[in-house]
């Protein structure tokens, strides 16, 4: 076979410049939409310690640890800081505003302050400092019963500066990502992100993984793109290609097949005339390049093949230079389970049967690049162009915890726009 295709020989057309973006699971997308609604109170700084004791006492399984549970009201969304100072209480806890009288403000004084602090707060008559509590989800308490109970409770009292309960909306599941915590930090309660997530693969796998790919997504990209492009040409396929890519290679990421979209091949009635060869989907045809060329490396099955030959519907035969120049290299080690730890790039989102033959080959990592909200299985992130209710799939195959295999996955935003049917299976 000839020396493999690197990274380094090929190369990419200008226009495929651009940007990888990490698919999001669909428990991700499921999490970022649930919220509930929560108690906040306004408390004492000094009797943030006492609130959290007596809280803990009435509110058991307290679920909103990734969410700050005193904040300085400074620190509160802008949107919340005219709503908590105008606000009323949710229940019946009328509390009568009292000015302080001098004696009042000396004992509401925090005595960790130093004596000149102390001595500059009474002069001035400046209010206490005070914090916001997050009691507990509107679940955990019920009017008339342990709402009153923590409100009555001696320690958490002090008419000059306790104010109700009020209502608030958070979101009910942690954050995925530090981007995540950031915007709900600004848009409902400040938001905690603990380097995890629970719903996706783990923050520092995606990372590694995207500094690996840079660099050389676009290649491999651009390749897809190229052969998509002479299977059009040569009107034996739709526009849509495919590469895959071998990264632990000896030689360096090096392609391992490169197949283009042939569902016309042999077909009477071809462009838009019924779905074509199904079999002949790029991504099908990619995995099939790869299994020929593992048979080629057990010498033992050559020798007692009858050369029967491949049946034609599977299109696992090179059809274009490109195919045909990938094809015959020598990029592909010996002893592995079919795509096991390889890279796949498309230049469309795979339709359901593909992402499923992606997922049973076993693919590390897949790129594409035109989203297929209305054919595609592999993302879930809703676009612009669909809806939940116009037939949307959402499935979001790359990663599902009911499945036995995951892999991670990037859509490739590319600088150029793309024109090609929403409705497409590739």
């Not at 700084?45 to 007596?54: D, I, N």
């Not at 040569?234 to 391992?256: C, K, L, Y």
Request: proline fraction near 6%.
């Amino acid at each position: 076979m000839r020396p493999s295709l690197t990274a380094s020989n090929v190369g990419v057309p200008p226009s495929n410049k651009g940007q990888l973006l990490a698919l999001r699971t669909k428990a991700e997308l499921h999490a970022s939409f649930k919220s509930t609604k929560a108690y906040v109170i306004e408390i004492p700084t000094k009797s943030a310690k006492k609130t959290l004791e007596v809280a803990n006492e009435v509110v058991r399984n307290y679920d909103l640890h990734h969410l700050r549970r005193f904040v300085k009201p400074e620190n509160l969304p802008s949107y919340l800081k005219d709503i908590l100072s105008t606000s009323t209480t949710s229940f019946n806890t009328t509390q009568k505003e009292e000015i302080a009288t001098p004696k009042e403000q000396f004992e509401n004084i925090d005595r960790n302050l130093t004596e000149k602090d102390q001595q500059e707060a009474l002069s001035t008559g400046t209010r206490q400092a005070t914090l916001y509590f997050l009691v507990c989800t509107e679940s955990h308490l019920t009017p008339g019963c342990a709402l009153e109970s923590l409100l009555a409770q001696d320690q958490l009292r002090n008419r000059s500066s306790i104010s109700g309960f009020r209502t608030i909306v958070v979101p009910i599941l942690p954050p995925s990502s530090a981007d995540q915590a950031r915007r709900w930090s600004e848009d409902y309660w400040p938001t905690v992100y603990k380097k995890s997530n629970p719903f996706g693969p783990h923050p520092s796998l995606v990372y590694h993984a995207e500094s690996e790919l840079h660099g050389s997504a676009e290649r491999w990209m651009g390749l897809a793109e190229r052969a998509g492009m002479e299977v059009s040409v040569a009107a034996i396929g739709e526009p849509i290609g495919a590469v895959i890519v071998d990264r632990t290679h000896e030689q360096g990421s090096s392609v391992v097949v490169v197949a283009g979209d042939a569902r016309w091949q042999g077909v009477e009635e071809q462009s838009g005339n019924g779905p074509g060869n199904i079999l002949g989907h790029a991504v099908m045809r990619a995995i099939g390049m790869v299994a020929n060329k593992r048979r080629m490396l057990l010498e033992d099955v050559l020798e007692a093949d009858t050369g029967s030959g491949t049946p034609k519907f599977l299109a696992n035969e090179p059809l274009t230079p490109t195919e045909a120049d990938a094809y015959s290299r020598d990029t592909l080690t010996a002893g592995g389970y079919l795509c096991f730890g390889l890279e796949i790039y498309v230049t469309h989102e795979p339709c359901a049967m593909c992402s499923m033959a992606i997922l049973h080959s076993r693919f590390a990592r897949i790129v594409f690049g035109e989203r297929l909200p209305l054919t595609g299985g592999i993302a879930v992130d809703p676009t612009k162009t669909a809806t939940h209710n116009s037939g949307v799939l959402n499935y979001g195959l790359f990663w599902r915890p009911e499945l036995n295999w995951k892999l991670l996955g990037w859509q490739w935003q590319s600088s150029q726009t793309q024109l090609s049917s929403s409705n497409v299976h590739a």
